[in-house]
């Protein structure tokens, strides 16, 4: 696994800790962007974060939470709820939009 990222070679966040800009995410900024909210990232982590990645490059759009709730339950049936709050603990926004280099959703589209 790859060391944290320099202070230099991070890329801008905003004042709430969100990258200014998405494009430059990568696996290692997910990374030390975990690491800074305390987040050790495993395989479920990055289910989420992949997928969240994905669809951003679809649609340049932060997906909804009830879009990754369904793609996870595609995988855990009738757990995708409960698993984004366990992999998550203090919010999709405040969490998993970071760790996955979403500017800070404004508004939520059906993306």
């Not at 990754?68 to 698993?83: D, F, N, Q």
Request: glycine share 8%; proline share 5%; charged share 25%.
């Amino acid at each position: 696994m790859e060391a944290g990222i320099a202070g230099a070679d991070m890329p801008v966040l905003d004042a709430e800790g969100y990258l200014i800009d998405p494009g430059e995410w990568n696996e290692a900024v997910a990374r030390e962007l975990a690491a800074r909210l305390g987040i050790v990232l495993a395989d479920d982590h990055w289910e989420v974060i992949r997928f969240m990645r994905s669809r951003y490059e679809e649609h340049q759009v932060a997906v909804d939470v009830r879009h990754v709730i369904k793609h996870l339950e595609a995988r855990y049936p009738a757990r995708g709820r409960a698993l984004i709050f366990e992999l998550f603990p203090y919010g999709y926004v405040a969490q998993a939009c970071k760790i996955a280099g979403m500017e800070r959703p404004r508004a939520w589209s059906t993306g």
